[in-house]
């Protein structure tokens, strides 16, 4: 998955730092996203990706690095 297109959606869907968005960066601890923010952007992501992630997979989502696997997990 595209690093980059995934913190383009971070970006304008919930107006994160682009410069603390990185692979290893932690969603709750370095990007302050709340699990409200991370229904959002997982929602964002479908959306534009034109991917639906099950809700499950929220919880393992902890860095943007899970974002990106997940979403190459369930691209078809």
Not at 42 to 60: R, T, W, Y
Not at 61 to 71: G, N
């Amino acid at each position: 998955m595209d690093f980059e297109k995934i913190k383009e959606i971070m970006v304008n869907t919930l107006s994160c730092d682009e410069e603390k968005i990185a692979p290893e960066a932690e969603l709750s601890a370095d990007l302050k996203i709340d699990s409200l923010d991370a229904v959002e952007l997982v929602m964002a992501i479908e959306e534009e990706l034109g991917v639906k992630i099950p809700d499950e997979e929220l919880s393992n989502m902890r860095t943007v690095k899970d974002i990106m696997d997940c979403v190459e997990k369930y691209q078809a």
